[in-house]
């Protein structure tokens, strides 16, 4: 019974998505749904990002969070349009949320919308909110074991992110194992390894990025 | 109306969780729910307690995990009962599936009964499973910000462990921000410091932890 219930609510979530979907290529506006972890990098990833490509990119941001707009503080220096949603307990967005806060942006006024889902490696890989794509952020911290047991979002991701990769002469993390893990899910996915507080491979990110842009 | 079919799902929830619990209080055993982001040190906490208290405590492990067995395996050299509970994309346990593999245990052999939760932080706070208590395990390296983002594990858990504090050298995190942002959540939950690679901290978590049991 509990399976009838989720279906359907992904089934409207779906719908609501397609929707999503289609008023963003009508605008040609590309949304990316940045998923990962708590604490594995996406609010400095943002920041990193709109540093480099935020003169080049008419940017905007949806931050999901559970309660607080701490992330979306972070961002304000930018002077861009971000709007927070804060999920009240909800462990991941969905379509709906995404649907209602799009209003608040002028869609004809930006190229890109960066969305920051809630830190979660699980449900926000199931529920699509309409964006162009999704990216997987994972930190080396968080071990090399982490493909094969949360196989969805390395399923999905167009591009995988191995962020804090300064961290790893300190840790038991071996990219070696990581990489084998990683390509027993998804043999083709694009993986860079970046630090987003030291700046390691973040050229490759910017040049990757503003390509999908 | 979602609200309202969680509010159901949640009811069902703690009824069975109730049952639970009162099936391991008749049997004198000490479920521990133990709640982290992926890769914040729940399995290698486990291996150093089941190192150090094994042979004073009969101890049993439910592993949470969404599709592999691999922290189960992990466990395996202990010799002792190890039920895998795989979610199948849940990104949670709940009560009615600790209620089954409950039958799988000698429950009149054992003291304790360790549960890893799924790696999430969110769900898995919102779900009773009629444990005895929470314990919140939550990496430095995830940040010092958690506990105000993710404030429910932090409000209920009967512990905190913070985890690799051997990295903080190589972190941006901030212990004191990390205290104080605990502290507004909840004033008395003892904070453990350790590291389940080097060893910090492990004594007194040691002792804590005999204590409960």
Redesign the interface.
């Known amino acids: 019974m509990?399976i009838k219930?989720m279906k359907n609510?992904l089934d409207r979530n779906q719908n609501k998505a397609n929707e999503v979907r289609s008023l963003l290529a009508s605008k040609e506006v590309v949304m990316v749904n940045i998923i990962s972890?708590?604490?594995?990098g996406k609010t400095t990833l943002l920041e990193r990002t709109l540093e480099e490509i935020g003169s080049k990119f008419r940017i905007g941001v949806i931050e999901g969070?559970?309660?607080?707009d701490?992330d979306a503080r972070r961002l304000q220096r930018f002077n861009i349009p971000i709007v927070v949603i804060n999920t009240e307990?909800?462990?991941h967005l969905d379509s709906h949320s995404i649907s209602k806060v799009l209003d608040s942006f002028s869609l004809d006024d930006l190229d890109a919308i960066f969305v920051e889902n809630?830190?979660?490696?699980?449900?926000p890989s199931?529920f699509d909110l309409g964006e162009t794509f999704k990216l997987a952020v994972v930190?080396t911290?968080?071990?090399d074991?982490?493909p094969?047991?949360?196989?969805?979002l390395f399923r999905e991701a167009r591009a995988v992110l191995l962020n804090?990769i300064?961290?790893i002469p300190?840790?038991?993390f071996n990219l070696q194992n990581f990489v084998t893990d990683l390509r027993n899910i998804n043999e083709a996915v694009p993986l860079l390894e970046i630090s987003c507080?030291k700046g390691d491979g973040l050229t490759e990110w910017f040049r990757w990025i503003e390509d999908q842009l």
Request: hydrophobic content about 25%; glycine content about 16%.
């Open positions: 509990e219930i609510i972890s708590p604490g594995a969070d559970i309660t607080t701490r307990g909800g462990c809630v830190g979660n490696l699980i449900c199931q930190s911290a968080e071990g074991d982490k094969g047991k949360y196989p969805m804090k300064d961290l300190y840790t038991n507080t």
